[in-house]
């Protein structure tokens, strides 16, 4: 699975689990990867990450992995319902509940350690690279600032409520 897909997955697999209501209609509707109770429950790479496992429209729902350039279409009728999907909201619950203080609004290196994900400098230069960037890879001061942008602008697209804030 990609980064940006883990990373996706990941904070809408905390919104499946909290309110069954909002993950309940759209894995119903095709449920042979399993109900919603476990896509939540494993933070897995199915339901919510890259919307294709579960998205009817989804037919090329072996593109799913590839969350960053053609999911975010694809996610769209998938995620709708997930478009409740407070992310600010989630991730500010996952920052209290952790011993670090974590500045994910802010920084992508934190971003990803609140997910328990590999914020190494090879990680974010690998997500870098599935979300196109074109800058200097060794500028990771500036690569960092972008790819948290990109991220946020992302997770909007695939159904999250981001703040403008974030995106911008």
Known sequence: MSILGSIISTIF?????APAPAGTAPAGTHAPGGSTAPAGSGGSTAP????????????????????SSAA??????GAAPAANVDVAAILTK????????????????DLMKLLNLDSS??????????LHYSGNM?????MNI?????????LAENGGKVPDSLRA
Not at 13 to 17: D, E, Y
């Open 146 to 154: 972008w790819l948290h942008k990109q991220v946020m602008q992302k």
């Open 72 to 77: 975010p279409k694809p996610a769209a009728p």
């Open 94 to 109: 996952l920052a209290a509940s952790n011993k670090e203080k974590l500045d994910w609004q802010k920084s992508i290196v």
């Open 138 to 142: 060794n500028d990771s001061a500036s």
């Open 13 to 17: 697999g905390h919104a499946n689990a």
């Open 48 to 67: 919510a990450g890259s919307g294709g496992s579960t998205a009817p429209a989804g037919s090329g729902g072996a593109t799913a992995p590839a969350g």
């Open 121 to 130: 400098l090879t990680a974010r230069k690998q997500l870098a690279t599935e």
